[in-house]
């Protein structure tokens, strides 16, 4: 069997990998991605300095190369993302207060409806969260337009594309911590409120061991009325590659709401976490005892 078919005898649900457009032309990586997969995230082509490079000046050339490809092989689509304080065009960053505000809700506006039909889910909204203890939100010159600018990004993308999911996606959320707590709160806030969200993705680039209460934080996130899913799984090189992966593969399918698992990339040259050969395939495509142990899991 494959990743994505096995996937798809659990509950439907997907296996799917981070994509480049500029490898599309490499046999062996288009392959094993069409083999394997049943769902793709545009690894950088969706972000706003590649989607709108000068201000109103749209550009969907690579991220369609993408989306082509993925609809001619019946794969479902993470559109990645509108929102993110990282990778944003040089024009934006120079930007602040209602000016900026503007922007990135014409920016969230324009791509969803360019998009529109074709999305199985957006990131809507990417790390907007602080790393430590804070629980609070990151400082960003997104943060510094107002607090409400991650629900009205929502509202924006909910009124551009009423088909596709919404959802919020962060890292260092891979198990009940502060950060996670924060971003819980957000959620629950919003469904008491009527924002627009529909699931929370949990990035998992993951070092050697992954947190004993994984599957717990996912849990309780469902319980808000969420779908969850695994976005940009990624594992450090050890002797524990293998167990990390099986324990994250079995965490969601526990979890009856976590639709579905992304990896970021699909062999260990193609990662961005260079030199940690992090993912499922190794440099020649060969599949790992990673691979092994995922679809053992499956
Ligand atoms: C990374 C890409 O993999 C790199 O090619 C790029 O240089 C930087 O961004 N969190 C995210 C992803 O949400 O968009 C990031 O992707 C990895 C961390």
Not at 124 to 139: K, L, P, W, Y
Not at 256 to 262: E, M
Not at 276 to 282: A, G, R, V
Request: aromatic share 8%; net charge neutral.
């Amino acid at each position: 069997s494959t990743l994505g078919a096995s996937a798809a005898e659990r509950g439907g649900r997907y296996f799917g990998a981070a994509i480049a457009a500029g490898r599309l032309g490499d046999s062996t990586y288009v392959n094993i991605l069409n083999r394997e997969f049943n769902q793709i995230t545009a690894e950088n082509e969706m972000k706003w300095d590649a989607t709108e490079p000068q201000r109103g000046n749209f550009t969907y050339t690579n991220a369609n190369r993408i989306v082509n490809h993925a609809t001619a092989q019946g794969m479902k689509i993470r559109g990645h993302a509108l929102l993110w304080h990282s990778q944003m065009p040089g024009w934006a960053q120079s930007l602040s207060g209602s000016d900026l505000r503007n922007a990135m809700i014409n920016h969230v506006t324009q791509v969803a409806t360019n998009y529109r039909g074709k999305i199985h889910s957006w990131d809507v909204v990417n790390e907007a969260f602080a790393d430590g203890g804070s629980g609070g939100r990151r400082d960003s010159i997104l943060q510094r337009t107002g607090n409400d600018w991650i629900e009205a990004a929502f509202r924006a993308a909910r009124n551009a594309d009423p088909g596709a999911k919404l959802c919020y996606n962060d890292y260092n959320t891979d198990g009940i911590n502060a950060k996670s707590t924060g971003i819980y709160n957000m959620v629950r806030d919003f469904k008491s409120r009527g924002v627009p969200i529909d699931c929370v993705g949990f990035q998992s680039h993951l070092g050697t061991s992954v947190s004993s209460d994984y599957q717990a934080n996912l849990q309780r996130f469902a319980d808000l009325g969420v779908d969850v899913q695994i976005t940009e799984l990624d594992v450090a090189q050890g002797s524990n590659q293998a167990n990390v992966y099986a324990t994250v593969t079995r965490a969601c399918l526990n979890v009856a709401r976590c639709t579905g698992i992304t990896v970021w990339g699909i062999r260990d040259s193609d990662s961005w976490r260079t030199g940690e050969n992090p993912l499922l395939f190794d440099s020649s495509g060969n599949k790992k005892a990673a691979y092994t142990s995922v679809l053992n899991a499956l």
